[in-house]
């Protein structure tokens, strides 16, 4: 009964700039939640996880650079079983607080846009996972790379703490290049942006990709930097290629919609 009232003061569902905010810290503390619950997962995890980070440390060492981590404090180990399995909660959590997103912008949209957009977060897991992924792979080079400019006699004694954060801001900044696309589609399917002006600015895509790649890329060689910028690059036409065939549709049936064809009630 108390919806039905809501509904009649406020026929079109609109939100106030405080509830709003509101909506978006529950949204927060939510998606926060989940990912501590995934912490929980990630500390009985954190040693085969560990293990297949200090992995290409240990290739290092083998192919005869003195190589190894060390833990400088008492309480280094510690603090480090707590970084993994917060960032290892990150990836486990990512279907969830990628839904929170989704699910804060949601009741702003139509029926037809909530399923349009559901499909944001079908497509950003495997998105944001498939850039990790792609770090992870090329990771072991990079470390081989980097190392190579040891001077000889020295010997590569690395801080696990910088190691593991260079290691996790490189993989979360490959997986998050690789949403950007899915948010682009998000932004067209809910009429905020146009497809011409996504390609209008293709130039700048292409620019910003490789000089976000050559941020990001973890080795000084060029091969590496293609290796994420290319797939940006494809991404990015790709998700405006999706955004054109949307906006076709969506002229077809404006022009169907002025020739009488269409009933003014028939959806976008």
Known sequence: MALRKGRK?????????????????????????????MAVVGWFLYEPV??????????????GLTAALVFPTPAAAFDMQIRVSLWLATFLASPWWLYQLWAFI????????????LLFVAAAVPLFLGGALLAWLVLPNAIRVLTQFTPEGALNYMPATDY?????RVILAFGLAFLMPVVMVLLNAIGLVHSR?????????VL??????????????????????????GLYFGAVGIAAARDRRVARREAARDAGLLGPEAPA
Do not use: Y
């Open 197 to 205: 002006t996504l390609l209008a600015g293709w130039r700048w895509a």
């Open 208 to 233: 910003l990709s490789f000089v976000f790649a050559g941020i990001a890329s973890p080795t000084p060689d060029p091969w590496t930097m293609i290796a994420l910028a290319i797939p940006i690059c």
């Open 106 to 117: 949601a009741p702003g949209l139509t029926t037809r846009e909530k399923r349009r957009s």
């Open 50 to 63: 560990f293990d297949a980070i200090q992995e290409p440390v240990r290739a290092v060492d083998d192919a």
């Open 9 to 37: 003061r406020n026929p079109e569902a609109r939100m106030r700039l405080v509830d709003h905010l509101r909506e978006l810290r529950r949204r927060v503390l939510l998606a926060l939640a989940g990912i501590g619950v």
């Open 164 to 168: 593991v954060r260079f290691v996790m």
